[in-house]
T-cell receptor
Framework: GESVGLHLPTLSVQEGDNSIINCAYS??????FIWYKQESGKGPQFIID?????DKRQGQRVTVLLNKTVKHLSLQIAATQPGDSAVYFC?????????????FGQGTILTVHP | SQTIHQWPATLVQPVGSPLSLECTVE??????LYWYRQAAGRGLQLLFY??????ISSEVPQNLSASRPQDRQFILSSKKLLLSDSGFYLC????????????FGQGTRLTVV
């Protein structure tokens, strides 16, 4: 079946650095993508989303970039803080009326050192 | 505002025992509801989703079942648990048919012993 995967399972950065988390997807029909943050023992929290008709979207300290040509998604976190330490998942939704069903990648562990 | 409640937070059950996990959503009507399972150190796997009362779609064959007796209530069940059913179970909701994020509950950590 279609899948969403991550290039790097772990990422360690220093506080204040910028972080980039990458994600590759294989379903060219996917039209909606989301980044989630999951802290230990908790449910995933929505960070930012992007539709396939866009290639960039910015939020507060976060930016998502979408490259449909190579089926690549990235999450950039500016001025990373210790509170950003968590597992980050990308998720995709297939095009059409799919009732919001999401396919998740394996996740990247982000560790921010003070 | 919308909220999602999922309980219990943790559960230890013996092999062969039944299971019932409950999820309720407040502050929205006719939500799409989902049950996901997350194995340790892994991503989320969609188990069931529901677009309305009594409407359940199963994504993967398994030892579990789901029911939606009320608009904002979603239940995950098993008649006899297996060791392989251990995991972190997450309920989520969304609205609409197309591009919208799903909001997750806090999860239930199930350990089958």
């Amino acid at each position: 079946g279609e899948s969403v995967g991550l290039h790097l399972p772990t990422l360690s950065v220093q506080e204040g650095d910028n972080s980039i988390i990458n994600c590759a997807y294989s379903n060219s029909a996917s039209d909606y993508f989301i980044w989630y943050k999951q802290e230990s023992g908790k449910g995933p929290q929505f960070i930012i989303d992007i539709r396939s008709n866009m290639d960039k979207r910015q939020g507060q300290r976060v930016t998502v970039l979408l490259n449909k040509t190579v089926k690549h998604l990235s999450l950039q976190i500016a001025a990373t803080q210790p509170g950003d330490s968590a597992v980050y998942f990308c998720a995709e939704k297939a095009g059409g009326t799919s009732y919001g069903k999401l396919t998740f990648g394996q996740g990247t562990i982000l560790t921010v050192h003070p | 505002s919308q909220t999602i409640h999922q309980w219990p937070a943790t559960l230890v059950q013996p092999v062969g025992s039944p299971l019932s996990l409950e999820c309720t959503v407040e502050g929205t009507s006719n939500p799409n509801l989902y049950w996901y399972r997350q194995a340790a150190g892994r991503g989320l796997q969609l188990l069931f989703y529901s677009v309305g009362i009594g409407q359940i779609s199963s994504e993967v064959p398994q030892n579990l079942s789901a029911s939606r007796p009320q608009d904002r209530q979603f239940i995950l069940s098993s008649k006899k648990l297996l060791l392989s059913d251990s995991g972190f179970y997450l309920c989520a909701w969304s609205v609409g048919r197309k591009n919208t994020e799903a909001f997750f509950g806090q999860g239930t950590r199930l350990t089958v012993v």
